[in-house]
Protein backbone atom coordinates (compact mmCIF):
# COMPACT_ATOMS: atom_id res chain seq x y z
CA UNK A 1 0.00 0.00 0.00
CA UNK A 2 1.04 3.33 -0.96
CA UNK A 3 0.47 6.32 1.53
CA UNK A 4 0.39 10.16 0.94
CA UNK A 5 -0.17 12.48 3.74
CA UNK A 6 -1.38 16.05 2.95
CA UNK A 7 -2.76 19.23 5.25
CA UNK A 8 0.14 19.83 6.91
CA UNK A 9 0.67 23.99 7.14
CA UNK A 10 1.69 26.64 9.79
CA UNK A 11 -0.52 28.23 12.67
CA UNK A 12 -0.86 30.15 15.22
CA UNK A 13 -1.04 28.46 18.60
CA UNK A 14 -4.56 27.56 19.74
CA UNK A 15 -5.78 26.98 15.88
CA UNK A 16 -6.27 24.32 14.04
CA UNK A 17 -5.40 21.40 11.05
CA UNK A 18 -6.67 18.59 9.40
CA UNK A 19 -4.49 16.38 8.33
CA UNK A 20 -5.50 13.29 5.79
CA UNK A 21 -3.74 10.34 4.60
CA UNK A 22 -4.69 8.97 1.22
CA UNK A 23 -3.57 5.00 0.72
CA UNK A 24 -3.82 3.67 -2.58
CA UNK A 25 -2.94 -0.44 -3.35
CA UNK A 26 -4.55 -3.43 -1.37
CA UNK A 27 -7.72 -3.25 0.37
CA UNK A 28 -7.35 -0.20 3.26
CA UNK A 29 -10.26 -1.45 5.54
CA UNK A 30 -7.36 -4.65 6.14
CA UNK A 31 -4.82 -1.92 7.42
CA UNK A 32 -4.97 -0.31 11.20
CA UNK A 33 -3.66 2.90 10.56
CA UNK A 34 -1.05 5.54 12.70
CA UNK A 35 -0.08 8.91 13.02
CA UNK A 36 3.37 9.39 14.39
CA UNK A 37 5.36 12.55 14.48
CA UNK A 38 9.19 14.22 14.68
CA UNK A 39 9.95 17.13 16.03
CA UNK A 40 13.37 18.75 14.88
CA UNK A 41 16.15 16.95 16.77
CA UNK A 42 13.65 14.58 18.41
CA UNK A 43 12.94 11.06 18.04
CA UNK A 44 9.76 10.10 16.18
CA UNK A 45 6.74 9.43 18.37
CA UNK A 46 3.55 7.71 18.38
CA UNK A 47 0.23 10.52 18.08
CA UNK A 48 -2.61 7.96 17.35
CA UNK A 49 -3.83 4.88 16.22
CA UNK A 50 -7.19 3.36 15.20
CA UNK A 51 -8.29 -0.10 14.26
CA UNK A 52 -9.80 -1.54 10.70
CA UNK A 53 -12.94 -0.75 11.62
CA UNK A 54 -12.48 2.44 13.75
CA UNK A 55 -13.63 0.17 17.13
CA UNK A 56 -10.70 0.58 18.77
CA UNK A 57 -8.47 4.22 18.85
CA UNK A 58 -5.91 5.41 21.03
CA UNK A 59 -4.09 8.85 21.49
CA UNK A 60 -0.61 9.71 22.82
CA UNK A 61 -1.32 11.87 26.63
CA UNK A 62 0.72 14.93 25.13
CA UNK A 63 -2.61 14.99 22.66
CA UNK A 64 -5.80 13.62 23.82
CA UNK A 65 -8.74 15.74 24.13
CA UNK A 66 -7.06 17.84 21.37
CA UNK A 67 -6.48 15.61 18.40
CA UNK A 68 -8.94 13.15 16.76
CA UNK A 69 -8.22 10.20 14.27
CA UNK A 70 -10.54 8.72 12.35
CA UNK A 71 -10.72 6.92 8.73
CA UNK A 72 -13.16 6.36 6.30
CA UNK A 73 -12.55 3.34 4.45
CA UNK A 74 -14.86 4.28 1.41
CA UNK A 75 -12.51 6.57 0.90
CA UNK A 76 -8.93 4.57 1.86
CA UNK A 77 -8.06 7.71 4.19
CA UNK A 78 -7.43 8.41 7.71
CA UNK A 79 -7.97 11.70 8.96
CA UNK A 80 -6.31 13.65 12.11
CA UNK A 81 -8.76 16.62 13.08
CA UNK A 82 -5.85 18.58 15.77
CA UNK A 83 -7.28 21.87 17.53
CA UNK A 84 -5.84 24.29 20.45
CA UNK A 85 -2.55 23.56 18.73
CA UNK A 86 0.62 24.47 20.83
CA UNK A 87 4.14 25.27 20.15
CA UNK A 88 5.26 21.64 20.75
CA UNK A 89 3.38 19.98 18.06
CA UNK A 90 5.18 20.80 15.44
CA UNK A 91 6.91 18.41 13.54
CA UNK A 92 6.73 16.21 10.56
CA UNK A 93 3.66 14.27 10.65
CA UNK A 94 3.70 10.92 9.23
CA UNK A 95 0.49 8.17 8.84
CA UNK A 96 1.31 4.33 9.05
CA UNK A 97 -0.07 1.48 8.13
CA UNK A 98 -0.43 -1.59 9.55
CA UNK A 99 -0.83 -5.18 8.43
CA UNK A 100 -0.70 -7.71 11.87
CA UNK A 101 -4.10 -9.40 12.47
CA UNK A 102 -2.81 -8.35 16.27
CA UNK A 103 -3.65 -4.87 17.01
CA UNK A 104 -2.02 -4.74 20.06
CA UNK A 105 1.30 -2.63 20.32
CA UNK A 106 -0.09 -0.78 17.52
CA UNK A 107 1.42 2.47 19.80
CA UNK A 108 5.04 1.58 18.42
CA UNK A 109 6.49 1.94 15.40
CA UNK A 110 7.52 -1.18 14.50
CA UNK A 111 4.25 -2.64 14.32
CA UNK A 112 4.06 -0.64 11.03
CA UNK A 113 4.51 -1.99 7.54
CA UNK A 114 3.95 0.71 5.01
CA UNK A 115 4.41 4.61 5.95
CA UNK A 116 3.96 7.83 3.83
CA UNK A 117 6.49 10.69 3.31
CA UNK A 118 5.29 12.85 6.30
CA UNK A 119 3.94 16.84 6.31
CA UNK A 120 5.23 19.74 7.97
CA UNK A 121 3.30 21.10 10.45
CA UNK A 122 4.24 24.50 12.07
CA UNK A 123 2.83 26.35 15.40
CA UNK A 124 4.21 29.53 16.05
CA UNK A 125 3.68 31.07 19.20
Known amino acids: VQLQAFGGGSVQAGGSLRLSCAAS????????MGWFRQAPGKEREFVATISRNGGSIYYADSVNGRFTISRDNAKNTVYLQMISLKPEDTGVYYC???????????????????WGQGTQVTVSS
Open 25 to 32: GRTFSSYF
Open 96 to 114: AAGRSRDYHGACYEGKYNY
